[in-house]
């Protein structure tokens, strides 16, 4: 199993910036492709970022591509998401996830969750 633990959501501005951070345990984290989702109220989990295992490869949602950077560093067992000109519509609870299944943009492809960090943009 793996355990990860999201930090660094909070309030900000449009146009502004959050670094969220996602740290895990358990089994080797290099063994697991890493993604990231986001829930708003009332609307279903959507993909948001995902990275391989060894962060060659990078996947973006179309809404969030060119402003948010995904990363990981192996070493330290954490992924990242650079979160730059955030905009109202990116307010949502956002989760890391490692990959078990083929396909990066469903949820379903993930068995390990965080519990979510929330990110709130004002306007």
């Known amino acids: 199993q793996v355990q990860l633990v999201e930090s660094g959501g909070g309030l900000v501005q449009a146009g502004g910036s959050l670094r969220l951070s996602c740290a895990a345990s358990?089994?080797?984290?290099?063994?697991?492709?890493m993604g990231w989702f986001r829930q708003a109220p009332g609307k279903e989990r959507e993909f948001v970022s995902a990275i391989s295992w060894i962060g060659s490869r990078t996947y973006y949602a179309d809404s969030v591509k060119g402003r948010f950077t995904i990363s990981r560093d192996n070493a330290k067992n954490t992924v990242s998401l650079q979160m730059n000109s955030l905009k109202p519509e990116d307010t949502a609870v956002y989760y890391c996830?490692?990959?078990?299944?083929?396909?990066?943009?469903?949820?379903?492809?993930?068995?390990?969750w965080g519990q979510g960090t929330q990110v709130t943009v004002s306007s």
């Open positions: 358990g089994r080797t984290f290099s063994d697991y492709d």
């Open positions: 996830a490692a990959r078990v299944g083929s396909t990066y943009y469903y949820s379903s492809s993930y068995a390990y």
